[in-house]
């Protein structure tokens, strides 16, 4: 069989990312999946850093798509957001036809446990998948400044690669479930790492946010490319003279929030900083506290009777 053939018969990798189709994080993976030499690899993901924006999709306008020189992958810069990127991706309109077997967004810099989820564009591109019922996993690796170094993002892909690999095959097989995608972060001490840990998801977030007035234009929050500085932002930003009815803020952190409850050993950031790689399959629907449903039965059976004119109706 010809290398035309083989290619042809390879499982297909979307790769797409929230950092961006320059970060380091993307190119690392995309690399290693290239080198194993056994997939076709395909990559649409966004032209800029794009984190923390969540499951935002473009309604309003069209998104350009341009040719990026990734190699041995085919690869488009796209002036959308993680969620548009794995949409377009899987949609078989970007690749002439094509619709990869699995999405794979990341290596994501900066974990993405507990309520971080919620934020993260890297884990609503995997999200985004999943609902038109391609597998996917999302990937990120537990960045901390002034301690990793973007060596580590590649030893991240490294270590991802086995799982990959092991799920390529279950879905190959017919074998790979179908309920949920997955979410996998890799912890800071990437090198030394204790293995692979299924998780469920905590309640874990990094920081308190409030806001505060300012006379700059910075970013809110840092990017990849700034992760690993200790720069004063402000420092070198624009100053401005708001309008009197036009005023700047921006977020700052007020307080460093406590992780999950001791003891909880299955959690996912507890796990991340003991030093496991986190595996936590996730579902788009919420999940809903058991206690909650037969109070708002008996809250709702009361306005039912409000309504009917068989109780008081003061306040």
């Known amino acids: 069989m010809d290398s035309t053939a083989v290619a042809a018969q390879a499982p297909v990798l979307l790769v797409t990312n929230d950092d961006g189709i320059d970060a380091p ?85 900066g974990n993405n446990c507990g309520y971080h989820i919620i934020y993260s564009g890297t884990v609503a591109a995997a999200r985004e998948a999943f609902l038109y019922g391609i597998p996917a996993i999302a990937m990120s690796y537990d960045w901390v400044a002034g301690q990793s170094r973007v060596n580590d993002l590649k030893v991240s892909a490294e270590v991802c690669v086995p799982l990959i690999n092991n799920i390529v ?79 700047l803020f921006k977020r700052v952190i007020v307080g460093r929030n406590s992780d999950e409850v001791e003891g909880e050993q299955d959690m996912d950031h507890k796990s991340l900083v003991d030093g496991y790689i986190t595996v936590t399959p996730l579902s788009p629907l919420s999940r809903t506290d058991p206690d909650v449903i037969p109070y708002l039965k008996a809250s709702v059976s009361r306005l039912d009777a409000y309504q009917d004119g068989q109780t008081d109706r003061t306040c």
Not at 98 to 107: A, C, K, R, Y
Not at 179 to 203: C, E
Request: proline fraction near 4%.
């Open 169 to 247: 095959t279950e879905i190959k097989n017919g074998t790979y479930p179908q309920g949920s995608f997955l979410n996998v972060d890799v912890p800071t001490n990437v090198a030394h790492h204790k293995g692979y840990k299924i998780t469920t998801q905590g309640k874990y977030m990094a920081a308190r946010i409030s806001w505060k007035q300012t006379v700059y234009k910075k970013p809110a929050v840092e990017s990849y490319q700034t992760a690993n500085t200790d720069v004063d932002g402000e420092k070198d930003s624009e100053l401005v003279t708001p309008a009197e009815n036009n005023l």
């Open 25 to 109: 994080g993307l190119r690392f993976l995309v690399d290693q999946l290239v080198a194993a030499r056994c997939y076709r690899v395909l990559v649409c993901a966004p032209d800029s850093d794009n984190s923390g924006v969540s499951h935002c999709i473009t309604l309003r306008h069209a998104v350009s798509c341009t040719r990026v020189d990734i190699s041995g992958a085919t690869a488009f810069g796209v002036s959308g957001t993680p969620a548009d990127c794995a949409s377009l991706g899987i949609s078989g309109m970007l690749f002439d036809g094509v619709v990869p077997d699995l999405v794979l967004s990341g290596i994501n810099i």
